[in-house]
């Protein structure tokens, strides 16, 4: 079997079993990209209770969240812990889209994918993930998002190498997919869904995973 066809039938199984999960929640691309940069290390009820914070406090806009001094933006956040990192990085992302963009997500989105991607990843604090989590996500750019979720049951399969590096993960489900966002957007998803649910880090349950088939495709842990 190809990788491609293992690809799409991991995704489609995963899909059928636990159905359309509709992610990014957020009204605004801004507040997906805010979201992306508070999920870091947190679960997301910890990241709806900081953004609901800004929201009654009627800071969850690029200007105010310009203007705000560190320490205040701080304490709004606080439900998602690393608070004080998480307001610096915040503060860090939001000087950089008022600076280069004017506060504008189309401004922003209509900037090459690519070069797009390098300013964002020079911006202190922002990784791969959190980069790709906003074009994916916030600018509908196809890019695949990885994580901890993705290498963890990728390469208990030996699909890809548990030594694997972000790039080469990503650049697994890239070449062997269709630049479709809302595939890289779903595919995602599922994969945290699984993750988080069935194939956890210590005890994996394979007697109920959506995609055991894969134990007769190729070697696993
Ligand atoms: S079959 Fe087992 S190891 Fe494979 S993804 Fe499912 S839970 Fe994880």
Redesign the pocket.
Known sequence: MQKRDVLLKIYKSLYNFFGPLNWWPGDTPFEIMVGAILTQNTSWSNVEKAINNLKKENLLEPWKLYRINQEELAQSIKPSGYYNIKAKRLKNFVTFFIEEFEGSTKKMFSDDSKELRKKLLKVNGIGPETADSILLYAGKKPFFVVDAYTKR?FS??KLISQDAHYHQIQEFFSQNLDRDVKLFNEFHAQIVM?GKT??TSKN???AK?P??F??TIYH??
Do not use: G
């Open positions: 049951i208990r399969h699984l069935i194939c994996p349950d394979c995973c995609i055991a894969l134990h696993v842990i």
